[in-house]
């Protein structure tokens, strides 16, 4: 009999057992075609080439946005927090849908209604924003490694630093996570930062456990350097995997550092980390012109396609695959995006019979394998 074997990350495992003694069952794992798209930013301040990031996804719904909890993070306030979002239908068929973004979301230079599935091909190009992001064919990328959680937030820090235009030397900011002036930010763009509890200095705490001059903050090379300043109840050093230490001398701080000083806890954050926290509470940045020099190289655009256009589109291939149906829009998509919803009704002819033969055929070669083998195990 077949089973199947629990799912990872959109994955299948189809385990063929059999009730006599033999080899362990044999599992196929069926791999879900991948969503893979080249992201690029078309608006450099500068002039220069801006960089290629490619992001590969298995899960069968890929958000595009501003937000850290998105899997595409183009960090510009022209996106949305939650721009759009690629979903993967039946038969590998992609989709997208514009969930109310500022600046709206276009395909092939067609602007996509919102809350409506548009059909994406291999060749389809997105615009959001000052970003363009081609559909790739996924059997070009079938070897490649999915894309994590790690890889988007690296990718935003590039992107970042592509606008920025600063590719070291950044000027890191100190911000007060815990005391008295917690929420405190002061940017380290002197050589010399003296942080205590006198009035005169450049970050004045109102910490009675500081002492009037406790810390010092210089900045050589683009590298922060601590030096506790003689105070009476010294600074602690708290880093990520480290045992908490005392600081004696000058120590050199590395970016989300914590300097403990009485009841206060500051955080060294560079200068792309602040940029990404500021884009994430910005609000959405309307453009006059959304296409402005973005598709002068662009593919032929498609005709504007909708799933649930007309009944031609639900199965526009003619493979015998329901295509889907219609999108309810998001009402609330920034905080939660629905689910796609069913097919539409008016859809009523069942696939051929032949897509149902091809898959029992291939489940009866399965079977077949398995009790040959067993067989054999026994004859042996």
């Known amino acids: 009999m077949t089973q199947p074997h629990g799912e990872r990350s959109g994955e299948t495992t189809l ?116 970003y363009v992001i081609d559909v790739l064919d996924p059997s070009s990328q079938a070897s490649a490694t999915a894309t994590g959680r790690a890889d988007t937030a690296s990718y935003a820090r590039q992107m970042v630093l592509e606008v920025m235009n600063k590719l070291a030397g950044d000027v890191p900011t100190i911000v007060v996570l815990e005391g008295p002036n917690a929420g405190a930010k002061l940017s380290l763009a002197r050589d010399e930062t003296i942080v205590g509890r006198a009035d005169e200095c450049d970050l004045a705490l109102s910490d009675a ?62 200068a792309v980390a602040c940029e990404l926290d500021a884009l994430a509470e910005a609000h959405d940045a309307p453009l006059d012109d959304p296409l402005a020099g973005l598709l002068d190289d662009a593919p032929p655009a498609h005709p504007p396609r909708y799933e649930d256009e007309d009944e031609a589109l639900v199965d526009d291939d003619h493979d015998g695959v329901d295509d889907g149906g219609d999108v309810a829009a998001a009402s609330d998509a920034r905080q939660q995006l629905a689910a796609p919803a069913a097919p539409a009704s008016r859809v009523a002819a069942p696939a051929p019979a032949a897509r149902s033969r091809d898959a029992t055929l291939v489940i009866i070669v399965l079977v077949v394998a398995a009790v040959a083998g067993a067989i054999v195990y026994l004859l042996l």
Request: hydrophobic fraction near 40%; charged fraction near 30%.
């Open 209 to 270: 456990d500081c002492s009037r001059q406790h810390l010092r903050l210089a900045r050589r090379d683009g590298v922060t350097y601590a030096v506790d300043l003689g105070s009476k109840n010294g600074v602690d050093l708290e880093r990520a995997d480290e045992a908490p230490q005392r600081i004696e001398g000058e120590l050199a701080l590395r970016a989300d550092d914590v300097l403990h000083l009485g009841q206060t806890r500051l955080q060294l954050r560079d």
């Open 15 to 130: 385990v063929v057992c059999w009730q006599l003694a033999g080899p362990p069952p044999i599992r196929v794992t069926v791999r879900p075609m991948l969503i893979c798209l080249r992201v690029q930013r078309q608006r450099p301040d500068d002039g220069r080439e801006a960089s290629t990031f490619l992001f590969r996804f298995e899960q069968a719904e890929v958000l595009i946005g501003r937000s850290e909890a998105v899997e595409v993070r183009l960090p510009d306030p022209a996106v949305s927090l939650v721009h759009a979002r690629i979903l993967r239908r039946r038969g590998g068929k992609l989709v997208l849908v514009d969930d109310g973004s500022t600046n709206g979301t276009y395909v092939d230079g067609v602007r996509v209604e919102v809350g409506r599935a548009r059909r994406l091909r291999a060749g389809s190009r997105i615009v959001a924003g000052p």
